[in-house]
């Protein structure tokens, strides 16, 4: 158990060792970053109906986040970044029998790290060259983070708020919100140009998320992106990608999570190999009274989950106008997105939407639901009432875009042993839950961060039929976050 946290200090050790061999060179001196993260969570789940389970507590969790990185001739940059990461008053009785599982992530901490509380591991150790052969265009490789959509970042504050909020990491990102996060090992080479950006990389994910052993890579798991990010006209900002992933885990170890009878997926032994096209398209224009917003994203995705065939969608479709000049900034928008789902558990067809790796939590910020089978409209404010200090409303209608299939949860693969994603039963209903949140940010210096959180969940039939003891859940934190 302690073999690999020393191996990662000793390598801190190396580099250490190394700094006055840098100056020798005249080289610029390394730069060192440091980042605390602290955060107190509660979770009142919804009620099992079960005696005895800790449906409602309350725990702390640490994340440090420490990195040097500096210049290597020719045209050449290095990191390397540790990650410390510590639980306090995490639930001891917190999972209840099926189908009701994990009630919070405390549970899902608890049961998959047992009575281990803490880790240090390998957060990132890469090599960058840029200008390859003259040219605008760089070669990252090693271990590093990775989120799909934040390649040639917009200018524009409305487009860059949207791309970052709203379009990045809906299908592969590192799991920020959690402390252990996930990195991703490989390579990825990207070339710049007046015309957009070009974007490749092929990749294998860390254990992480909510395992605490987050050096190991998941060496059954590989993806490769490509994506081209350009802006038709400059109110405007779009991307084309492409992506194919593939999942090689098999049962016993890790048996897939979807609508057919258990004993069906058990004997699945055949990996998942999915390609997905898609894109988004986003734009502002001035109105009257200040400025008008709208968002297209989409994908397409076919190929094999195990034995079945898979075809599956997603479509997101999203609109707002921001009046700056009124006490406050309020920015009023409105959306929906769905989820394709899958109406026959019988067949030789797959039509669950699949989200991959992805940073689920930015798109279910009380993170109870995912982007699988799942029907989402949506109404957001958000209000600007001084310069530090910034507060987000959000309230969702939510349904199972099939009541044939399964309720789903969670963000991806984290170990050898979870599929990564669960799903409850529907109990052939599809009205799934509202939810209403509300955050308070604010920055009282450029790198200092505090961020209150509520959310309220009331569920409805979906919810009822794993949850008999109660439909209401509330999800609720206070976090600090400081950079040096």
């Known amino acids: 158990m302690r073999r690999k946290p020393m191996r990662t200090v000793a390598l801190c050790g190396v580099l250490v060792s190394a700094f006055p061999l840098a100056a020798q060179g005249q080289r610029p001196a390394p730069r060192v970053e440091i980042m605390e993260r602290l955060r107190i969570e509660h979770w009142a789940f919804f009620d099992p109906g079960i005696a005895g389970v800790d449906r409602s507590y309350t725990f702390a969790a640490s994340l440090l986040r420490v990195g040097v990185g500096g210049e ?10 540790v990650s410390q990461v510590l639980f306090a008053g995490l639930p001891s009785n917190a999972v209840a029998p ?15 790290n047992g009575r281990r509380d803490g880790g240090l ?14 040219l605008n265009s760089w070669l990252r490789a090693g271990r590093f983070e990775f989120g ?29 919100f959690t402390p252990i996060q996930r990195s991703f090992d490989g390579v990825e080479f990207g070339r710049n140009s007046s015309q957009g950006a070009f974007t490749l990389a092929l990749l294998r994910p860390t254990r992480g998320a909510f395992d605490l052993k987050g050096n190991d890579q998941l060496r059954r798991i590989t993806f490769a992106y490509a994506s081209w990010a350009f802006a038709p006209e400059p109110q405007s900002d779009a991307r084309l990608f492409a992506l194919h ?14 609508n057919r009878p258990l004993a069906a997926r058990q004997a699945d032994g055949e990996p998942l190999a999915i390609t997905t096209l898609g894109g988004h398209f986003l734009g502002w224009r001035r109105t009257r009274e200040g400025r008008g917003d709208f968002l297209l994203w989409g994908a397409f995705q076919w190929g094999e989950w195990g034995l079945l065939n898979h075809r599956a969608w997603g479509l997101a479709l999203e609109g707002g106008h921001q009046w700056p000049q009124r006490p406050g900034q309020p ?72 009541r044939n299939d399964l309720w789903y949860a969670g963000g991806g693969a984290f170990n050898n042993s979870a599929f990564g994603f669960v799903g409850r039963p529907s109990g052939a209903k599809a009205r799934l839950m509202d939810l209403a949140d509300v955050s308070l940010e604010w920055r009282p210096r450029p790198q200092t961060t505090w961020t209150l959180y509520l959310g309220r969940a009331l569920g409805r039939e979906v919810v009822g039929s794993s949850f008999p003891g109660g439909r209401r859940a509330t999800f609720a934190y206070l976090e600090w976050l400081q950079r040096w």
């Open 72 to 81: 290597a001739k020719p045209e050449g940059e290095w990191q390397f970044e």
């Open 98 to 112: 099926a189908p009701a599982g994990d009630l919070g992530f405390g549970a899902t901490y608890r049961r998959l």
């Open 121 to 134: 591991f390998l957060k990132q150790a890469f090599y960058r060259r840029r200008n390859l052969a003259g």
């Open 148 to 176: 799909e959509g934040g390649e040639r970042m917009p200018s524009h504050p409305t487009l860059a708020w949207l791309r970052r909020a709203r379009v990045m990491e809906r299908l592969i990102g590192p799991f920020g």
């Open 245 to 258: 992933y593939r999942d090689a885990r098999r049962p016993p170890e890790v048996v897939k999570v979807d």
């Open 331 to 402: 920015w009023l928008r409105v959306g929906y997105f769905q989820g394709s789902g899958d109406g026959d558990p019988n067949d030789r067809r797959h039509t669950t939407f699949l989200q991959m790796l992805p940073t689920a939590r930015n798109y279910a910020r009380t993170p109870l639901f995912n982007l699988m089978n799942n029907r989402d409209l949506f109404l957001q404010l958000l209000l600007r009432p001084q310069p530090s200090v910034s507060l987000r409303l959000d309230w969702h209608w939510l349904w199972l875009a099939h």
